[in-house]
């Protein structure tokens, strides 16, 4: 490759890309490359109008293909923030249900320890109402600790 002495530009002879060592760059002849990036669903205005001219119809059809991938996009969005809103009503369902369960097992354990002390088993109504403290202050301490890192945005997803 050799160089034109002004502007940088390369001088190839035509069909080859390299001028071998004893060939001459013809002058005048100069080699251009140029990288245009488009950020976009539209071309520039500049441009726009040489679709037209190229294939009737294609500026339109450009327009529709923007708009539509502007509605998909919309769609996507909302679909994602549907999901979400599932996905954390299905949580709060599944905490509500939690809670019923832990209230039952609770109530049952203090329910059976009063029965024992009824029928003399003080013993066995010591363990099973300790028990039932027992799964009540876990409870209370795994939502604690929950909550807490849910507002520290530990662990959680976003």
Do not use: C
Not at 73 to 87: I, K, N, P, S
Not at 100 to 109: N, Q
Not at 124 to 132: E, H, M, R
């Amino acid at each position: 490759m050799s160089e034109s002495q002004g502007g940088g530009q390369l001088n190839f002879p035509e069909g080859q890309l390299h001028p071998g060592e004893d060939q001459q760059p013809i002058p005048g002849l100069q080699l251009r490359a140029e990288q245009v990036s488009l950020r976009g669903p539209l071309p520039p205005s500049s441009e726009f109008g040489g679709y037209e001219t190229v294939l009737a119809g294609s500026a339109e059809r450009i327009l529709n293909m923007a708009e539509e991938n502007h509605a998909h996009l919309h769609r996507m969005d909302d679909a994602e923030v549907e999901h979400r809103t599932t996905v954390l009503e299905e949580a709060g369902r599944a905490t509500k249900r939690a809670q019923y369960l832990v209230f039952i097992t609770v109530v049952l354990f203090l329910g059976v320890a009063a029965l024992a002390v009824v029928l003399g088993q003080p013993i066995t109504a010591s363990i099973l109402g300790g028990g039932a403290f027992l799964t009540l202050g876990g409870t209370v301490a795994g939502a604690t600790i929950l909550s807490r890192r849910g507002s520290s945005g530990g662990d959680t997803p976003k």
